[in-house]
Each structure stands twice: as structure tokens, then as C-alpha cells.
């Protein structure tokens, strides 16, 4: 029925408290359809960076994501980076397979200066 797809204002207000609860890092994670967030996931993990740079792609090239997987991909052999794509690649996973996946991203950010939250 069509009354299911207008918003509520209950539901507008439930989506606009959960947006507020998501961590600044989380709004950026790549929003990607199934199967690529499998694919982003297992590539992050394997192929550090890649995956993230991939999510990027898809998700309409976003410059953050892009500049985060180079960055994992060049800090992977200090373990760090390895570590950061496979966290990432998780977040990644639950992002858009879970109840996350319903959220809209809250924007893009044109430089990795507008992902630092102001204090």
C-alpha cells in the first residue's frame, strides 16, 4: 500500500536519532550493494586496501575512502594498516548488511578535512 512508503514523523524522528547515535567515522563507511560488500570485506582482508578503495569506487568515488585504502595499503607492512582495512572491511560488512544498511549517508566529504569532527 502507498500509506507504507510515506514517512511518518515517528519514523523520520527514529531515523534522525539513529543517524545522531552513529559515530562520526561510521557515516563515512562506503554504502555498497550486495555481493560488493562481501567482495570489499574479503579483499580488505587478503589484499589490505583494496577493498575499502573499491567500496570508494562504487560508491560514487568518494576521495576519503580512496585516501584511507592507499593509506591502509601503504601502513599494511607495519601491521597497522593490515589491521585498520580488516576493521574497516568488518564495518564495511556490517554497514550494509545490517540495520545500517536502511541509514542514507549524511553527505560526502570532499576532503579528508571534513571527516574530522569540529570541536
Known amino acids: 500500500p502507498l500509506c507504507a512508503m510515506v514517512d511518518t514523523p515517528k519514523s523520520v524522528k527514529k531515523k534522525k536519532k539513529q543517524m545522531r547515535q552513529l559515530k562520526w567515522v561510521q ?3 562506503p554504502k555498497v550493494k550486495r555481493p ?3 567482495v570489499c570485506c574479503v579483499l ?3 589484499l589490505p586496501g583494496t577493498g575499502t578503495i573499491l567500496g570508494a ?3 560514487k568515488c568518494d576521495m576519503v575512502n580512496v585516501c584511507f585504502g592507499i593509506l591502509q595499503l601503504l601502513t599494511a ?3 597497522i594498516g593490515w589491521l585498520w582495512s580488516i576493521v574497516w572491511g568488518i ?4 554497514r550494509n548488511s545490517g540495520p545500517g544498511k536502511h541509514l542514507p549517508r549524511v553527505g560526502r566529504a570532499e576532503s579528508v578535512g571534513d571527516v574530522i569532527p569540529k570541536t
Do not use: G, P, V, W
Not at 564495518?91 to 556490517?94: D, L, P, R, V
Open 77 to 79: 607492512l607495519l601491521i
Open 57 to 59: 569506487i562504487i560508491d
Open 27 to 29: 557515516r563515512y563507511i
Open 36 to 38: 560488493y560488500h562481501i
Open 44 to 46: 580488505n582482508i587478503f
Open 91 to 94: 564495518a564495511m560488512y556490517k
